[in-house]
């Protein structure tokens, strides 16, 4: 599974940004993609999970009710994450995965399936 994100760069704080991300190749068994973000000298963190077939999201508790996840139907195993209200401690740079697991917590299948993009920088300024 190959995975392609786009969309990050720099936006002032309380502004909005919207990141994508499409995989390709053996997507067939993926069930599960999301976003992780790392930001310098910190471990990667979960952010968002959206499920196939059931759309069912996950958020941190960080992001929630200022992040949306979202996936593309029309378009197969694409996803994206609208992100408003930034903080600065949202810089970080932004990673897409996917998951071919089953019977895992969506961010631990995410994490145990091995499939990460590129990844792409956000910098929010103060």
């Known amino acids: 599974v190959q995975l392609v994100e786009s969309g990050g760069g720099l936006v002032q704080a309380g502004g909005s940004l919207r990141l994508s991300c499409a995989a390709s190749g053996r997507t067939f068994n993926t069930n599960t993609m999301g976003w992780f973000r790392q930001a310098p000298g910190k471990e990667r963190e979960f952010v968002a999970a959206?499920?196939?077939?059931?759309?069912?999201?996950?958020y941190a508790d960080s992001v929630k009710g200022r992040f949306t996840i979202s996936r593309d139907n029309a378009k197969n195993m694409a996803v994206y994450l609208q992100m408003n209200s930034l903080k600065s401690e949202d810089t970080a740079v932004y990673y897409c995965?996917?998951?071919?697991?089953?019977?895992?917590?969506?961010?631990?299948?995410?994490?145990?399936?091995?499939?990460w993009g590129q990844g792409t920088q956000v910098t929010v300024s103060s």
């Open positions: 995965a996917a998951a071919d697991r089953t019977g895992l917590w969506p961010s631990v299948a995410l994490r145990q399936s091995g499939y």
């Open positions: 959206i499920t196939w077939p059931s759309g069912r999201k996950y």
